[in-house]
């Protein structure tokens, strides 16, 4: 009898833990599922409202409201500086057509030209106020005094040169002289420095006229902003370094915008700035609200992980393979984060630019630019629950790897044509001048663009260059075109074939998969006598992932 009443309760005690064990997997198993699920499935399994998907959805809206605002400000404060730039050339440049000739404005070639160019600019600063359309004024300091402008000359210390007698006698060493030229004085400054300006050009090296000019940017006002006051750091340049018988005049104009010291503006443009300022803010607490939400998905995934290791382990005496833990590691929240950081400095800035504290427009558009290009991307997330719109994600993470790995080895070959372009044709064809010119311009060439006018535009002086210069071009766009190119293709095309058979006929089955599906046919291994071969095979069997449903393919 006691012998019964033993059994009987080591049965029962075995059967208990049998029980517990089983809801335990089974419980792993629905928290897997539901994990996998899109959020209108979660929304139908445990009526779990999907704020997530919510929260990313008013981000996408408010930060592309929020850039396109952004843009169109930026847009009026790159085509007043444009306008501005243009306009001064107009103004100091004697005889400027409106075109740069290749990378400087005007070039002259006679002594007289010279003087008389110098001495427009002169003049025209001196009777700026009365000649400029715009509100350009004079700079000043702090006591209000105007800002002078600033002549250096740059030249040889010592030098004789006689090109009849091939001789020359030449100290390199170089010296600087400046005079300074205000604008009260206009009418005494030639007299008083005659000798500053007798220049002796077989020793002058350059020219440098600086000075600073103040604008205010009016235009703003028609977008209910509040202007900005600009600074305009102006340095025209007299080139002479070639000594070839020309000189290039550059003009360069350094533009800093701050916050007027003294205005006043009557209508609705500072209540407009204040509702952009409520508005970024607000953009902010959105992006946080979705980085909090994201950073708690990844850490429910991670202890989710850390669960389905550990019964992995205990049961089957086994790890679970990369591919499967890169499942749980969901890129998507990653890269929303990333997104949301980006969104939340760049309306940080933006604000500080309203406010007229900053002036960092190229930083902030860097910032909200590729916020809201991450954000846009990651909507493709939303459409891989869907089977038709999942294949170009899937052909995208099949063909990377190798198509990585085939841009490394392309890449060699294209840095070879780039550094032998450069040395060959850099001087005889403009668009081999610099690396990056020759690389952009292979580039286009490999993408069919411009080709004939790359063939004709190089300068038939030098017959062996003219020769090798065919040569290169013909052997650089077969070989890209024709091999590269068409493999490259071949790499996604093939891919994307692989993924269309897998989709008809059923991915390989990982052991996330089969335990999901609730097949426990998993190979016990013992660590200690783990292969090479057993390894590869753990790898190779984590494919990718295929459906919970048959109907749905789920991405991470």
Same mark, same amino acid.
């Given at each position: 009898?006691e ?8 049965s029962?005690?075995i ?11 089974q ?5 897997l599922?539901?994990y996998f699920?899109?959020p ?18 008013l981000?996408?809206?408010m930060i592309?409201?929020?850039?396109v605002?952004?843009?169109?400000n930026n847009q009026?404060v ?13 103004l ?6 409106g075109?740069?000739e290749?990378e400087y ?8 030209d ?7 600019v ?15 004024g004079?700079?000043e300091?702090?006591d209000?005094?105007?800002l ?23 100290d390199?060493?170089?010296?600087t ?10 009418n005494q400054w ?10 002796d050009?077989?020793?002058?090296v ?5 000075f ?8 703003t006002?028609?977008?209910?902003e509040?202007p ?9 340049t ?14 360069d104009?350094d533009a800093?915008s ?12 500072q ?11 607000f ?5 946080i609200t ?5 950073t708690r998905?990844?850490?429910?995934a991670?202890?989710l992980l850390?669960r389905f290791a550990?019964f992995?382990h ?9 591919e ?8 998507w929240?990653?890269?929303?984060i990333?997104?949301? !950081?980006?969104?939340?400095v760049?309306?940080?800035l933006?604000?500080?630019i309203?406010?007229?504290?900053l ?6 558009s860097?910032f909200?630019?590729?916020?809201? !290009?991450?954000?846009w991307v ?6 891989g ?13 099949a ?10 080895c392309?890449?060699?070959?294209y ?9 060959? !044709?850099?001087?005889y ?9 020759v690389?952009e311009?292979?580039?286009s060439?490999?993408n ?5 006018t790359?063939?004709?535009?190089l300068?038939?002086?030098?017959t062996?260059?003219?020769l ?5 071009l013909?052997?650089?766009?077969s070989l890209?075109i024709?091999?590269?190119l068409?493999?490259?293709i ?18 390989p089955?990982?052991?996330l ?10 190979p ?5 006598s783990?292969?090479?071969a ?5 790898v ?9 449903n048959?109907d749905?393919i789920?991405?991470?």
């Open positions: 009898m012998l019964l009443v033993r059994y009987l309760e080591r029962s005690s059967s208990s833990v049998m029980t517990q064990d089983v809801i335990k997997e419980n792993l198993r629905d928290d599922r539901y699920m899109s209108c499935e979660k929304y139908r399994a445990r009526r779990h409202i999907p704020w997530k998907m919510g929260v990313q959805i981000k996408i809206i592309t409201t929020q850039l605002l952004f843009g169109l009026l790159v085509s007043y500086k444009e306008e501005n730039t243009m306009a001064l050339k107009h100091f440049l004697k005889d400027f057509s075109v740069d290749d404005s005007v070039a002259v070639y006679t002594q007289s010279v003087y008389d160019s110098l001495f427009h002169l003049d025209q600063f001196s009777q700026l106020d009365r000649l400029t359309v715009g509100p350009i004079y700079a300091d702090e209000g005094k105007l002078p402008l600033v002549i250096c000359k740059e030249y040889y210390r010592r030098g004789s040169v006689e090109p009849s007698d091939e001789s020359y006698d030449i390199a060493q170089l010296e002289d400046c005079m300074s030229h205000d604008p009260a004085t206009s030639r007299t008083q420095n005659s000798s500053f300006f007798d220049l050009f077989y020793r002058l350059d020219l440098k006229i600086s600073q000019l103040k604008g205010i940017n009016l235009q006002v028609r977008s209910r509040l900005d006051c600009y600074s305009f750091y102006v340095t025209i007299f080139d002479n370094q070639c000594h070839s018988g020309m000189v290039k005049i550059f003009l104009i800093t701050s916050a007027c010291r003294d205005w006043k503006i009557s209508g609705t443009a209540k407009n700035t204040h509702y952009l300022l409520v508005f970024d803010g953009v902010i607490l959105v992006c979705s980085a909090v939400l994201c998905s990844i850490v429910l991670v202890r850390e550990r992995f205990e049961n089957f005496n086994r790890k679970v393979c990369e499967d833990q890169k499942e749980f590691l969901n890129g929240y990653v890269m929303v990333v997104s949301d !950081l980006l969104a939340i760049g309306s940080i933006k604000m500080e309203q406010a007229k504290s002036t960092s427009y190229d930083v902030c860097i909200l630019g590729t916020s809201t !290009l991450l954000v990651g909507v493709i997330r939303y459409l629950y869907f089977q038709k719109y999942n294949v170009l994600i899937l052909t995208m993470q063909a990377f790897p190798k198509v990585l790995r085939f841009c490394c392309a890449g060699m070959i840095l070879g044509y780039t550094f032998c372009g450069w040395i060959v !044709l850099g001087p064809h403009e668009k081999f001048e610099g690396l990056s010119r690389a311009c292979l580039f060439l490999v069919g663009d411009d080709m004939f790359t063939f004709a535009q300068k038939d002086k030098n062996l260059v003219w090798f210069s065919r040569a290169y013909y052997s650089f766009i890209f024709y091999m590269v068409s493999l490259f071949a790499l996604i095309t093939d891919a994307y074939e692989t993924i269309k058979n897998y989709q008809k006929d059923g991915f089955l990982t052991d998969q089969k335990f999901l599906r609730e097949q426990g046919d998993f016990v291994m013992e660590e200690d783990r292969t090479d057993g390894l590869s095979s753990s190779l069997c984590c494919c990718r992932r295929v459906p919970v048959d749905e789920l991405i991470s």
